[in-house]
């Protein structure tokens, strides 16, 4: 079969091994390595890919890509980003700088809470706008599928808001945006007193969101301060009745048991886990549940990083994210995350990899068919100003990304974002 594209004269092809499920532990480390490689694309998937000789599939309108003995990876999944939102924080960084704890700001109405009065007040296309600068950052940064969660709304209309306008940048936008609701992200102050009240609200609307297909996800955050265990589990039971597949914030602050409950429901991943447990660990490892780690969060906060390793090393499946929020994660720049899972959370070169493609694919639920450089999958995927993998990672806060391809059309070349509106 000819080839609409060739990628070819690939120095080093690095990709996790196809996989009906997650790597768990050990087999985070299964990498296929491919040198003076190529790949051809039909149709917006990978036709073949390999290191022998190309020409089968070369026709009078294959399009060919000199690679030029460089680097190539899939395109990384972004797993765990709060990227439609309204508003920055920059006026809450000299409290935290002088150590004022996050519950703390919480408290006084900053943090969460500070962003949700931006992004109600904030117009639909405004929101629109906003957001889309966010994801052509992630792009340029070698993201081709993010996860984005509501959260910043805590009322009916404007959580449904904030997920409209994720729906629409999904046609808008060349990135796959995987939709998460996350109602249940703070308490109004409105609703200190009655609590059950606002857990209703949450429960309600998803039954809007479900109608209007804008999320496959919800999440809860559990944490002091924010949604005991108990309403969590409440929330996440309602949402998995109603077909949603199930999320967590926890252990983030505090280890309050929130890991060992979403395992328990079956959950997709967890999230966060700085102060996870050890039962909390033995949880995901036995029910399967992915656990997110997100250490641009910990260096920005100064806190303690998820215990990745210890996770790795128990059998756990490991996805690394940004977490790209205003408050706690301001950066989009997915490499300078994996280099700090390399450096602060010890992960290797080859299960950083797999953490944010194959991983992070499964923790969406698209691992059969993104996260993977093979026969089949979409042919999304990064050609780096870079040799080797192992040196994305250790040259650190550097754009290596040269060019970006997402399901076949490359949408960044030269650093530069070249895409064109989808018709």
């Known amino acids: ?10 120095g080093t092809l690095w990709t996790p091994k196809p996989n009906a499920r997650p790597a768990f532990g050990s087999e985070m480390s299964d990498i296929r ?13 990978i036709l073949a890919l390999g290191e022998s000789d190309y020409s089968p599939y070369v026709g009078p309108s294959t399009h060919m890509h000199d690679a030029q003995r460089r680097l190539v990876t899939p395109g990384l999944v972004d797993s765990h980003t709060h990227v439609v939102h309204y ?50 950052r992630l792009m ?19 959580e449904l808001k904030q997920l409209r306008v994720q729906k629409a940048l999904n046609y808008a936008h060349p990135l796959d945006i995987v939709g998460t609701y996350l109602g249940a992200h703070a308490l109004p102050k409105a609703y200190e007193d009655d609590r059950t009240a606002f857990l209703e609200q949450v429960v309600s609307t998803m039954d809007v969101v479900k109608k209007e297909a804008l999320a496959e996800f919800v999440d809860v ?43 328990r429901l079956g959950a997709v991943s967890a999230d966060h886990l700085m102060a996870v447990t050890e039962s909390g660990i033995d949880a995901l490892a036995s029910q399967g ?3 997110t780690v997100l250490p641009s969060t910990a260096f920005n906060l100064g806190s ?40 602060h959370m010890k992960l290797s070169p080859k299960e950083v990899l797999t953490a944010a493609t194959l991983n992070g694919a499964h923790s969406l639920n698209r691992g059969s068919e993104r996260g993977v450089l093979d026969e089949g ?18 040259h650190f806060a550097i754009n290596h990304v040269n060019d970006v391809f997402k399901d076949g059309r490359m949408v960044v070349r030269d650093k530069q974002s070249i895409w064109e509106a989808k018709p």
């Open 1 to 10: 079969m000819v080839a609409d594209l060739i990628v070819h004269n690939i």
């Open 140 to 158: 340029l940064h070698g993201v081709t599928t993010v996860e984005g969660k509501s959260g910043y709304g805590l009322d009916e209309e404007n």
């Open 87 to 136: 508003g920055s924080r920059e006026h809450e960084f000299d409290k935290r700088l002088r150590g004022v704890p996050y519950l703390k700001i919480l408290e006084e109405g900053g943090g969460i809470l500070s962003t949700v009065r931006s992004t109600k007040e904030a117009s639909y296309e405004d929101l629109f706008d906003q957001s889309k600068q966010g994801l052509e």
């Open 289 to 291: 549940t992915i656990a």
């Open 33 to 45: 390595e491919y040198t003076n490689a190529f790949i051809a694309v039909k149709d917006g998937k």
């Open 377 to 394: 999958y979409a042919a999304d995927f990064i050609i780096y100003e870079a040799d080797n993998f192992p040196y994305v990672l250790y």
């Open 304 to 343: 303690d990083y998820a215990p990745a390793r210890k996770m790795v090393d128990a059998g756990v499946a490991l996805a690394v994210s940004t977490d790209y929020n205003p408050g706690s994660s301001p950066s989009e720049n997915f490499l300078f995350a994996l280099s700090l899972a390399a450096i």
């Open 221 to 263: 955050f559990c944490e002091k301060g924010v949604f005991t265990v108990e309403e969590s589990e409440y929330i996440l039971k309602e949402a998995k009745d109603r077909g949603f597949l199930l999320k967590i914030h926890a252990d983030e602050m505090e280890p309050l048991g929130g890991t060992e409950m979403a395992a």
